[in-house]
């Protein structure tokens, strides 16, 4: 590991969360509509109780000391400081794997792989599938820094660096889910030389560009294109604000941590396999130490600066060849809408290894921990000894 990298341990001041709990306590409530259900947006009377357990039940110091037993570090990359997580594996000879999160997510969304992937022995598996595990903060998320202006757009290039100057890896593999799946999915395209695979797990693709003629698409593709079309109309709208307004939505985030929390549990109950039941998926302390990561590092208003980069970004600048990289995808069915057929993904990768899994959504890591780390390696395995 190179000079310049620094161990890292959180450690949120007092007064933090002193004054989150002062904010917590004055949360004027809205009204809400006759439908009590979350057809509106986030349920009060399910806030209401997830906020009171946040002012009384919830223990940031129980959950900070569980992250502080990952090794931490802070490195310069370029001008910015890159937080992450290195885990060494427990063998001979462990493949380095990095592992990239989406949002309204953090690194700590991989906590339950972590031990798995890089001590197999120790959880039921073999000791030659151990990985070496990173997992960084994306840029304005959590304790990385905010990217310049057009910086999350080229974060492909950042986890290059890390892995190869400053970890010294000759050869890695990928894996990411969300917005870690598009910067996966680049990190293969664009550095294939030192790129061994990549694997995704979620229905963030790339699409193919050009994009191919009606005439050319099969019954599934067109129906695809449909889905996704009547998912933007009914639950896009906060992609389209996230990408032309962030900063007028980050005034109410950043000043309110009940705000913070409804913007952000909705995202996984919509998302997540849970039948609208979302703490069949997720305690009340998971869902708080995600949030908790936006309130105490502030990060809410640059983690939605890839959406901004995105849309700002020219169509020439941006265009997509095909990853040509061995390719590993595995469908989660509560994604719903955004299942992607199989045949459209194979328009933009080089794929090798599908796996259209019997259960989980958008977080994979989270709900459904052991099937993903069993496609991790069976796709992995197949790619180091090929």
């Avoid at 031990?115 to 990985?131: I, N, Q, S, V, Y």
């Avoid at 896009?236 to 996230?242: C, F, K, L, T, V």
């Avoid at 993904?345 to 890591?365: C, K, L, S």
């Avoid at 921990?369 to 496609?375: N, S, T």
Wanted: net charge negative; charged share 25%.
């Amino acid at each position: 590991m190179k000079t310049g990298t620094s161990p890292f341990t959180i450690a949120i001041p007092q007064s933090v969360l002193d004054d989150l709990i002062a904010r917590l306590q004055r949360t004027r409530w809205p009204d809400e509509t006759d439908n009590e259900g979350w057809e509106y947006g986030t349920n009060l009377s399910y806030l209401k109780e997830l906020i009171s357990y946040w002012t009384s039940g919830f223990d940031w110091r129980s959950t900070e000391r569980a992250m502080n037993q990952f090794p931490q570090f802070i490195v310069p990359i370029g001008a910015r400081r890159i937080h992450f997580v290195h885990v060494r594996g427990k063998s001979d000879n462990p493949f380095p794997l990095i592992l990239t999160h989406g949002w309204p997510s953090s690194f700590h969304e991989m906590h339950k792989i972590i031990g798995p992937l890089t001590d197999p022995a120790g959880h039921g598996g073999h000791r030659d599938e151990a990985f070496d595990v990173v997992i960084p903060s994306l840029p304005g998320f959590g304790f990385s820094e905010r990217p310049a202006p057009g910086g999350m757009m080229e974060v492909d290039k950042v986890w290059r660096k890390l892995m190869t100057d400053i970890l010294g890896y000759r050869s890695f593999g990928a894996h990411g889910v969300d917005i870690g799946a598009r910067i996966t999915s680049a990190v293969g395209r664009n550095h294939a030389d030192v790129v061994a695979g990549i694997h995704l797990g979620s229905v963030d693709l790339d699409w193919p560009d050009p994009l191919p003629g009606e005439s050319s698409l099969s019954s599934g593709e067109k129906d695809y294109l449909e889905r996704v079309k009547h998912w933007e109309i009914t639950e896009g709208a906060y992609g389209e604000m996230q990408a032309t307004r962030p900063q007028t939505l980050a005034y109410g985030l950043t000043d309110s941590p009940a705000g913070l929390a409804a913007w952000i549990v909705e995202k996984f109950r919509a998302w997540s396999d849970c039948g609208g039941d979302i703490e069949s998926r997720f305690s009340k302390d998971e869902l708080l130490s995600t949030i908790m990561l936006y309130w105490v590092t502030n990060c809410i208003n640059p983690s939605l600066q890839r959406y901004f980069d995105k849309r700002h970004t020219s169509p020439s600048a941006e265009r997509l060849r095909k990853v040509e990289v061995p390719t590993g995808i595995a469908m989660f069915p509560g994604e719903k809408e955004l299942l992607v057929p199989r045949s459209w993904a194979e328009r933009a990768y080089n794929i090798v290894h599908w796996t259209d899994m019997p259960r989980g959504g958008h977080f994979p890591a989270q709900e459904e921990p052991e099937l993903l780390i069993k496609d991790i390696r069976t796709f992995f395995h197949r790619v180091i000894r090929s």
